[in-house]
């Protein structure tokens, strides 16, 4: 996935979310945040699952179904 247009602080707060394990412990995290961090932390949040469903619309379906059952399988081992 590729965002463009970001700002060193929204970067950051990106990466720092891609390194926390769980939505509760993003959320969690988010909460410790002053007012203005956490609306831009709640935006980037809408951002990245735009960006996962555009992504997803325009691949290829063959290739989407095949990394698809790629994953399941994994999962279901």
């Known amino acids: 996935m590729k965002i463009d247009g970001l700002t060193k602080q929204q970067k ?24 203005d961090e956490y609306n831009t932390v709640r935006g980037l949040l809408e951002l990245v699952r735009y960006q996962f469903l555009d992504d997803a619309l325009n691949a290829d379906m063959s290739e989407f179904y095949e990394e698809t059952l790629t994953v399941l399988g994994k999962a279901m081992k």
Not at 13 to 35: C, G, Q, R, S
């Open 12 to 35: 950051y707060l990106l990466e720092t979310m891609w390194n926390i394990d769980t939505k509760e412990e993003v959320m969690e995290w988010a909460e410790t945040l002053f007012e």
